[in-house]
């Protein structure tokens, strides 16, 4: 749920215009596309160049007029940069990014008490440093901190146990989900990013509290951009997780990518990840380890933005486990369905997902052969502490 990069936000940006003639229109995306990349990318000529451009074919827009006034601050020709904001902030006065990077601006012009009536107050007084720019500090240095809270139904909330006795009938209940995701990449080039992330989650069932799941992760992961368009992704986790208080469950998770993005705004990607899964027996699950072992899941994603500040996410993937006991290995597919809306600073969203996994042995204390079919139904609001911004992000 949802880390924004350049390249999507010229993909929101796109998503959000208005229809244009065929080539018009091709011309306009091509240049805010290359522009708010090349922005990313320091490259702040190149940037004004594409973005001027963009201007050419459509004057007065916006997100145009942000991106190329970020690129001329970040140039430090700060009274361009300043009329240009201006512009973008006469046409959305309520935008906060637009605020921010305008206060900036007026700090590194001298002029902090117009500053502070522009910027919001958490961001107003926020000092300059030598490599940063305001109120872009944070996001310059590419530290991102995120809120996530919701609820969420489940029709399988016994996280597998190994238990067979449990009473399958009360095996569904609604939880309550937070999550908290830090993420520092330490280390942007001009093509390629590494970053290291945290994330502590709680899931509270109403009912199943054997089940209640607390998790810690922490990982490390590297992008690299062949394009504007086309980007590779390796990333590493590690999970430990907790039921009740009892160690439940230790995972080390590898995963790689490659993600594109077509001019209509539209993404696709596809993932192959690998876990290294290991339980531990606590009194709830006595002989949870016969499921430690490895799991293969290979995902397609096809991502589209019907309208501004909007996207819908289809998701389908075929799992493969294979662990110490046969009677634990499984496969099969899952399919997941995102909605996610973005405004006024939170994010919403609403997901349903569906899997159907087939075990291949039968448990000695079960009387025939699993077959999970599981349904989620989730809905929460996503809380970004810091913002990310055009110029600071990868």
Known sequence: MRKKTA???????????????????????????????????????????WLEKALAVKPGNSDALLALGIAKSRAGLYREAEGLLRRALARRPHDQQTREELAAVLNRLGRTEEAAGIAPAETASAPAGEDSL???????????????????????????????????????????????????????????????????YHGANEHNHDFDLTLNRLGLSGEYRFNPAVSAKLSYAFDHSMARGDTYGRNHTITLGLKGKGQDGAEASVYWTHEFREFENTP????????????????????????????????????????????????????????????????????????????????????????????????????????RYAAGSS
């Open 7 to 49: 390249v999507l936000l010229a993909a929101g940006v796109i998503a959000s215009s208005p229809a244009m003639a065929g080539d018009k229109q091709k011309r306009f995306e091509i240049a805010i596309t290359h522009g708010i990349y090349a922005v990313d990318q320091g490259r702040y000529s190149e940037a004004a160049e």
């Open 284 to 387: 709830t699950f006595p002989v949870n380890d016969h499921r430690n072992g490895g799991r293969d899941t290979i995902e397609l994603t096809r991502k589209t933005a019907p309208r501004h500040g909007t996207s819908l996410t289809l998701s389908l993937a075929y799992i493969r486990d294979n662990t110490d006991r046969s009677w634990w290995d499984s496969r099969g597919p899952r399919i997941t369905l995102a909605a996610e809306y973005n405004g006024g600073g939170f994010s919403g969203f609403l997901q349903g997902q569906y899997s159907d996994l087939r075990y291949s042995g039968e448990d000695p204390a079960a009387a025939e052969k699993r077959h999970d079919k599981v349904q989620k139904y989730s809905c929460g609001l996503l809380w970004p502490f810091s913002r």
């Open 134 to 200: 305001g109120a872009g500090a944070t996001a310059r240095r590419g530290i991102t901190v995120d809120l996530l809270a919701g609820v969420q139904y489940d029709t399988n909330t016994v996280l597998e146990p190994s238990n067979p006795s449990y009473d399958w009938e009360d095996k569904s209940d609604w939880r309550a989900v937070a999550a908290l995701d830090a993420e520092w990449r330490f280390y942007r080039g001009d093509a390629a990013t590494l970053a290291v992330g945290y994330r502590i």
